[in-house]
């Protein structure tokens, strides 16, 4: 098998993202974002809950825990104290070799109500330390603008997503970002899974409505806010740095027909359309694909929402190029079939793949394919910001090591896939950045067990634990990768 390397400037490293690590969650000014509203439940309270997504319970809950929060475990208060330990953190994502890290900015340390009119100076200087310590170790920042943490204050007095009052407080961060911080970083993404965030009833303000036909349009005014917002993000930023490249940040839904039935082939056509394809449409081809009218015009809204401008916008501002998230694949049927766990939605079982615990199918193959899909469709450049495995695992006191060696082979066949692509099948391609460059809160299930780090931190579900970090065994073997420029895949 040829021994294909990364190329010396590909961005190879790890992904984190705020509301998942840095905990200090009403520190220096910082206030509450919808994310600080989301609880651990354990495996049975979820299910009884039926917790439906990794966003949305229901509004009783939600008041409830606005209302009374203590009643309530909440991870993201304390995270894994990345606030007060990032100098420790970066110097271990250097000794562990990661070149590039991606990042998330809380948009409530910067603008704690979300529509403050100057920002947050403790939160201005708490992410240029961040900076300035990225760039002394030598790592290229990767900035992800938002991470699931909206202002809980535009929710709650603005309607989240749906109103275009957040969009102009959206454009007024992002400006507040290119100013402070332009001389750190070229990269910046715009709204992490953006796909994923129009099926949040929180960020949504869907949650909140009673009616049917209002949760409808709520929705479907949040959804084209959100890509029109990323696309003024797009025009911003490349005014304010015209060497600065943008790229959207998609959850890639991979899915395949569960069999070569015609009606499961166009079932997962359709599925793939409507629930990923749609977004890159949206950010690179700058066009609203017909079957969302189409879909919009059945819920018989009132479409005077689709504006002239936010059309002009999203057609006249489209990424530089395309990042995605990519865990597992799945698979669709017409018929009723076995279904298993995925990132953000329920997934058909595939006999032909194996699944972590928390039912996600491991498809490296399935990278490879996606790839070459989104490619050739979009002809842009691919970044990667987020591939991993989430595993209940232990460090063995006894010889003072974790062995994750399922985790070296996880990542090594996703990026077997990936320079396959790129050499063979000629796909541009030009970061990864492994979720995650260290053990941090689970968006879905707000679980400290459920480990996806090359760097382990002793913390339980609730928050015990000394939070000493310790490099695992795949953290060794991921500095190894990067310092053979990839060699180390094919030994
Ligand atoms: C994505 C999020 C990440 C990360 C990942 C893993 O949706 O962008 O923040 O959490 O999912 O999912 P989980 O943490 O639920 O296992």
Known sequence: MPKYNFKEDFLLGGAIAANQCEGAFMEDGKKLSVADLKVFLTKDEREKNLQKNIFGINKEHILS???????????????????????????????????????SIAWTRIFPNGDDKEPNEKGIIFYKNIFKELVKNNITPIVTINHFDLPLNLVLKHEGWSSD???????????????NFRQYTK????????????????????????????????????????????????????????????????????????????????????????????????????????????????????????????LKSIQNNTVDFLSFSYYSSG?????????????????????????????????????????????????????IVENGIGVDEAWDESKDILDDQYRIDYLKEHLQSILKAINEDGVECIGYTMWTAIDLISAGTKEMKKRYGLIYVDQDDYGRGTKKRKIKESGKWFKRVIDTSGQELWD
Request: charged share 25%; net charge neutral.
């Open 187 to 310: 990269y910046w993404l715009t709204i992490n899974e953006m796909n994923f965030v129009c099926e949040d009833d929180l960020s949504t303000y869907a949650i909140f409505q009673d009616d049917e036909n209002n949760k409808k349009l709520t929705k479907a005014k949040s959804l084209l806010n959100i890509y029109y917002a990323s696309s003024q993000a797009v025009e911003i930023i490349h005014k304010l740095d015209n060497e600065a490249k943008v790229g959207c940040m998609i959850g890639f839904i991979k899915s395949y027909p569960a069999t070569c039935k015609p009606e499961d082939v166009l079932e997962n056509e359709l599925s793939s359309e409507k629930r990923t394809f749609y977004a890159f449409d949206l950010c690179s081809k700058g066009i609203i694909p017909n079957h969302l009218l189409i879909k919009w015009r059945k819920e018989d809204l009132d479409l005077n929402f689709i504006t002239n401008e936010k």
């Open 165 to 179: 009052y957040t969009v102009n407080c959206y454009k007024k961060y992002v400006e507040c970002l290119l100013l």
């Open 331 to 383: 698979v669709i049927s017409v018929e009723e079939i076995e279904r298993t766990g995925g990132n953000m939605f329920m997934h058909g079982k595939n006999s032909y793949l194996k699944s972590t615990e928390w039912g996600w199918q491991i498809d490296p193959l399935g990278l490879r394919t996606l790839m070459n899909e989104i490619y050739y469709r979009y002809n842009k450049p691919l970044m």
């Open 65 to 103: 825990v606005i209302n009374d929060r203590s009643k309530f475990i909440t991870p993201y208060d304390w995270g894994i104290d990345f606030y007060h330990k990032y100098k420790e953190d970066i110097s271990l994502f250097k000794s562990i070799g990661i070149k590039a890290l991606r990042f």
